[in-house]
T-cell receptor
């Protein structure tokens, strides 16, 4: 079983839809959870960062962590064509910044 | 804002050539990383460095070497490029520790798309 599983998609939604992106993981020691957004032919950029369980909201984006189910989610409300990108989850068990484990990414396409 | 820059956006090289990919960060980060990204395989760590002149192998170091002579600069070297090294190469940097209340994690450069013919 891979440490981090992420459905590659592609996921296609109409503008204005609510999008749910998910990752599951197997290592119960993961405490730090991140979502990166990567536009085509660009480097990933940090979108959301969460420590331990719970929700974190930033504008139209909500990151949710359920450690009991080993499941993290990114919700995008009122999706826009500019949200079309690949979304990668990343996580770490320890504080060391060297130890990020990445999902393979989900490709999202939002049509106008 | 954290800035990580990479020397080239696109590079085309011949099989057998020695290739240098340069990465510079301006945030005084201790850690620097080189990844390659391929469709269906995601990000794979090649090498990382946690200090000047220090390096650690990642998951796929074969065919690559690195150099870190200055804190802000981390170079990836393909000693003899092969076609299976055609890929997107991403550099990242971070401070040594993740923090509970900040967003101090890995920051990426724009990537170098390398084609080996």
């Amino acid at each position: 079983q891979k440490e981090v599983e992420q459905d590659p998609g592609p996921l296609s939604v109409p503008e204005g839809a609510i999008v749910s992106l998910n990752c599951t993981y197997s290592n119960s020691a993961f405490q730090y959870f991140m979502w990166y957004r990567q536009y085509s032919r660009k480097g990933p950029e940090l979108l959301m960062y969460t420590y331990s369980s719970g929700n974190k909201e930033d504008g139209r984006f909500t990151a949710q962590v359920d450690k009991s189910s080993k499941y993290i989610s990114l919700f995008i409300r009122d999706s826009q064509p500019s949200d079309s990108a690949t979304y990668l989850c990343a996580m770490s068990a320890i504080q060391a910044g060297t130890a990020l484990i990445f999902g393979k990414g989900t490709t999202l396409s939002v049509s106008s | 804002d954290v800035k990580v820059t990479q020397s080239s956006r696109y590079l085309v090289k011949r099989t057998g050539e020695k290739v240098f990919l340069e990465c510079v960060q301006d945030m005084d980060h201790e850690n620097m990383f080189w990844y390659r990204q391929d469709p269906g395989l995601g990000l794979r760590l090649i090498y990382f460095s946690y200090d000047v002149k220090m390096k650690e192998k990642g998951d796929i170091p074969e065919g690559y070497s690195v150099s870190r002579e200055k804190k802000e600069r981390f170079s990836l070297i393909l000693e003899s490029a092969s076609t299976n090294q055609t890929s997107m190469y991403l550099c990242a940097s971070s401070s040594p520790f993740l923090a509970v209340s900040s967003t101090d994690t890995q920051y990426f450069g724009p990537g170098t798309r390398l084609t080996v013919l």
